[in-house]
């Protein structure tokens, strides 16, 4: 039986060549969010040429974001961080359904928050995909994920960093009341 993963993706859609201050600093704000909601972090796309041990030691230098990065080396330690490039075809089956986030999902596609909650209350894994940068997401993922994800259910466009922290937040905060009312 698969065990329960839900999981942060960071899509870089910045530079894919310079390493910039918001490459580093939306990972050290993204980390403690992880941690304390219980998601995995996988990072996709960003130009660093170095092993995942060797990017926690780089952000841990570089910010005091998230106890100077601290949080990013507690995923680590917990096997919780993935960095990779953007799979060409499918992302790993561990991973679970792709989930589109998005100010403006597809009809067709579009999923409540209510949803994916009670889901992942059912042991499904699920992997947010969120866009780092001014384009947001490639419009080709878009048709790769299964679920187009509005997490404010109002069509309305969150910062990178906000939405960051509102999806973990939002999806904990559901399941744990629909765990509590069991």
Known sequence: MMQLMLTLGIVNTYDKIKVLDAH?????????????????????NFPFKMTAEE?????????????????????????????????????????????ITTSKPDPKRQVKPVIIAEE???????LFLVGLGHKGL?????????YHLDITSKGLSLETCTALGAIPAHLAGLMEQMDHKK
Do not use: Q, W
């Open 24 to 44: 580093y600093r939306a990972i050290a704000r993204a980390a403690p969010i992880c941690h304390a909601f219980g998601f995995h972090l996988a990072l996709y």
């Open 55 to 99: 990017l926690v030691a780089f952000v841990m230098d570089k910010t005091t974001i998230g106890e100077s990065g601290s949080y990013l080396r507690v995923l680590y330690e917990k096997n919780h961080l993935s960095v990779s490039d953007l799979p060409k075809k499918g992302f790993p089956s561990h991973f679970g359904e792709i989930v």
């Open 120 to 126: 992942a209350l059912r042991n499904r894994s699920f």
């Open 138 to 146: 490639p419009k080709e993922l878009f048709e790769r994920g299964k």
